[in-house]
């Protein structure tokens, strides 16, 4: 008997996406499977951006394919992506400093009770998630202007995850952290795929990668230039995939650089 696997969580087949006539993106394919993390890598200007707008409804493609579960669907607005099961959490935040943790975690999804809101109920659901995940905050009740960035991520995330998404996209999360605070979020990652989420993962940063990605995406120029399984594929050639540079240049320019180290 042939087993046949399931589709994947999230499929992209030859999209394509225009401001203009600038070709943002041109037959762009991406796969995301449950409890999978995948990072999405490339120069600036590569597109990445551009295609988690597309994922995230905000920019919807021009041209071709997108699947959910195997199923067809459009990605016209946020809501039709939210309504889905896929969370963005973007570089800066996107959070209002003058409210509240719960207050940023409940932000447009308040609980309403008795013609006002449910205070009480939010800040229990707010601790709980936070706690599940081993997210820190000095109290769920001050603002987040006093958080620093690694709480105000925590919150960002908190608030991704409150409609328990079934994929997760994280745009640059360790852009802004120190060390002991990104080691912290690749922990959470790990947690996240555990729990059979999804997990897009943009990102510059190779340590990051190598450390919790599955796979590999690689943009060039608003196009696919390697998928990669990162247990298999050495750091040269991500590295050449993304600058468009040969391995053997890559590793040369490291060797040169090893040699005046020396």
């Known amino acids: 008997m042939t087993h046949v696997s399931p589709p994947p969580l999230l499929s992209l087949r030859a999209v394509c996406k225009n401001f203009g006539a600038l070709q943002a993106l041109t037959d762009v394919d991406l796969e995301v499977r449950p409890g999978q993390v995948v990072a999405l890598m490339g120069d600036n200007g590569a597109g990445k951006s551009t295609l988690v707008k597309v994922i995230s409804g905000v920019e919807p493609a021009d041209a071709g394919d997108i699947e959910w579960h195997g199923r067809k669907v459009t990605l016209a607005r946020p809501h039709d992506a939210q309504r889905l099961g896929i969370a963005t959490v973007y570089q800066d935040l996107a959070l209002c400093d003058g409210l509240d943790v719960v207050g940023n975690v409940f932000l447009g999804r308040e609980l309403r009770r008795s013609g ?4 009480v109920e939010m800040e229990r659901r707010t601790r709980q998630l936070m706690d599940s995940l081993s997210l820190k905050v000095p109290d769920v009740r001050v603002p987040v202007a006093t958080l620093s960035g690694g709480q105000r991520q925590s919150v960002a ?24 605070q990104s080691n912290h979020f690749l922990d959470l990652i790990e947690q996240l795929r555990e729990r059979g989420v999804g997990v897009l993962l943009v990102s510059h940063n190779l340590g990051d990668v190598k450390a919790v990605a599955d796979w590999v995406a690689v943009l060039r120029l608003g196009r696919n230039n390697g998928y990669f399984d990162v247990n298999l594929t050495s750091q040269e050639q991500m590295i050449s995939a993304i600058t468009g540079a040969t391995e053997h240049a890559v590793t040369q320019r490291r ?8």
């Open 116 to 119: 006002g809101l449910d205070e």
């Open 157 to 180: 995330i908190s608030r991704a995850l409150l409609g328990e998404p079934k994929l997760i996209v994280l745009d640059e999360p360790t852009a802004a952290l120190g060390i002991r």
């Open 255 to 262: 060797a040169e650089a090893e040699e005046l180290e020396l």
